[in-house]
């Protein structure tokens, strides 16, 4: 009986044994799933929240794109830019989420090349923006609004959130089935355990615990989703701050931009002004001395030079602020290389060794000469930077001939202009984005990132094309595509200075009425007239000009200045009574914004300040002779 009460305490300690062990077991496994539900459930999750987080940040990049579209306003451009940028990162920490799911690998894939896609098209409408052709933005924008690529990127992120849900509902089944399955087990050893107090006593206490976890671990999930929820909007209050703070960082560059340009002007005008005084004090000493007629004359000769080349400095940075008047005419591109080499080596300094080559075959192009230049001096001061001050800078006309779909522009015969340096090149990264607007390189001050955008769409603006050829170490080439010009009507290629023919040179002397708030410029436009063989009559107020007429009754032209106190000049034409609507009327005008206002002129001629006398005298006899109304290439710049 012992023997076998014995061998009964022995199976029930077996027995014990075995039930605890199958407890723990059983527990043990029950706890694997359940921190494995976990983990599945958080990352689950995650990739929903930033699918979301995605969606968001490319409406709110969008929705910015719209308001830049219509305002203009370049802060407003650069945060589209962050936007999408950050769209891009959250898009790569997608892939990372969704690494081990085929599926969702997919899906991420071609959410990227539609990601792409869709840069591309805004890009674009930034692009056009940022060279005021709001119209053409604003219409590539609603377009772009039922573009293939934003459907398919809406369409991917939900299929993306829908898997994670399907999953996450799939691994939540399964988790309860494993813990029911646990549970019976529980059950079925606590049967057992009922033989054995201690183990029944066990048992129980690690049921209790085991659900005392799973509530726990329900607790727990609900808090990571809280968590997560707080730190997108954590994420979005610190972009938002970011924003915030490089806005404020580019204000300051462009002030310092400002700073560098007034003393880049300064310094300029100085030598300028230097010539002009230097030319008309040794003149007047040579009028009250014994200088010859001939030596009067070259220091006339030489402050008017200066006089020249002060003004021409005006309507280069009037075109650079794209305030001027773009006139546009046929030219060859070695002549213009040529007659830029003297500027490119002041601009560049002594350690640049420049060499310039024609190659074009006499081809010509048209386009405006000042737009022109100032790509090609642009090009050449990155290329200056990017050789640190010191290197060979090549500058190559050349001709060829392109096939369709060679370049992005049309097949047919263009001029080349290829800017080579001696510098640092660019790494690929960089050359993908170097034409993006606001996109530089250089240390803080030193640049804005606008020149080769600019550059970029000047020639897409002829029809051109540009290409980037780049070798880390060795250096970099930028090459301009620009239509060549063929057509016989289009003439011989025009030089900058060569004077224009006289029309009119027979025109007799004419009363002429000249309205001008500046007493200095009316008294040397008076003066001038009266050189010319005219009759001026002085009017330094234009409301006073309807008495005037009414008293010189002889009044055969109206030279009017343009901005003027009280009642600017095409204000006071349009203001006159009907009897004087006959009259000719020549405006005469030194701010090149109002190139820009057609409207305002209606068809009458202009003459653009400061003006020679040959200049004057050619506008009086074209506006007395009734040629066709002034265009934005008819603008006089003498």
Known sequence: MSRLRAIALAVMGLLGVAVLVGLILTLGEANRQRDRAIQLQSHSYDVMILARTLTGTIARSEATLGRFVISGDKRLGQRYYDDWQLAGKQIERLADLTRDSDSQASRIARLRADYQERGKQLSLIALSTNYHKNDQALSLYYAARKAPALTGIDTILEEISGIERDLLDRRTAETRAAIDRSTRLAGILSSFGILILIGAIALGMLT???????????????????????????????????????????????????????????????????????????????????????????????????????????????????????????????????????????????????????????????????????????????????????????????????????????????????????????????????????????????????????????????????????????????????????????????????????????????????????????????????????????????????ALLATHKSIGLILSDVLMPERTGPEMIAALDPQYAHLPVLFVTGFAGEMMEHEAFRGRQVLRKPFTLAALERAIATTLSGVGPVGEDQVAAE
């Open 208 to 546: 209790v615990r085991a659900l005392t976890e799973r509530g726990i671990a329900l607790a727990e999930a609900d808090a990571e989703r809280k968590r997560a929820d707080e730190f997108a909007a954590a994420v979005t209050v610190a972009t938002d701050e970011l924003r915030d703070q490089e806005a404020r960082l580019r204000q300051v560059q462009k002030m310092e931009a400002v700073g560098q340009l007034t003393g880049g002007i300064a310094h300029d005008f100085n030598n300028m002004l230097a010539v002009v005084m230097g030319g008309l004090e040794l003149a007047q000493r040579g009028v009250s001395g014994d200088a010859t007629r001939a030596a009067i004359a070259r220091q006339l000769d030489s402050a008017m030079e200066g006089a020249k080349r002060a003004a021409a400095l005006t309507r280069q940075l009037l075109s650079f602020t794209r305030e001027g008047g773009i006139n546009p005419e046929v030219m060859r591109v070695g002549e213009l290389l040529t007659g830029m080499s003297d500027l490119l080596d002041r601009t560049l300094g002594d350690r640049i060794s420049v060499v310039i080559r024609d190659e074009s075959r006499g081809w010509r192009l048209r386009a405006d000469r000042v737009q022109l230049e100032n790509s090609l001096v642009n090009l050449a001061v990155n290329a200056r930077d990017a050789m640190d001050g010191r290197g060979t800078l090549t500058i190559t006309a050349g001709a060829t001939t392109l096939a369709a779909g060679a370049r992005e522009c049309p097949a047919g015969d263009y001029l080349t202009i290829a800017v080579a340096d001696t510098g640092c090149g660019m790494t690929a990264e960089v050359a993908e984005r170097v034409f993006e607007p606001f996109f530089t390189t250089k240390p803080v001050g030193k640049g804005t990132g606008l020149g080769l955008s600019q550059i970029f769409a000047f020639v897409r603006q002829q029809g051109g094309a540009v290409a980037l050829d780049s070798i880390p170490g060795q250096g970099t080439t930028i090459t301009l595509f620009l239509p060549r010009v063929v057509s016989a009507e289009d003439g011989p290629s025009a030089s900058p200075s060569a004077p224009a023919a006289p029309v009119g040179a027979d025109i007799a002397s004419v009363d002429i009425l000249v309205v001008e708030d500046d007493p200095r410029v009316l008294g040397a436009t008076v003066r001038a007239l009266r050189e010319l063989g005219h009759r001026p009559i002085p009017c330094d107020d234009p409301l006073a000009a309807p």
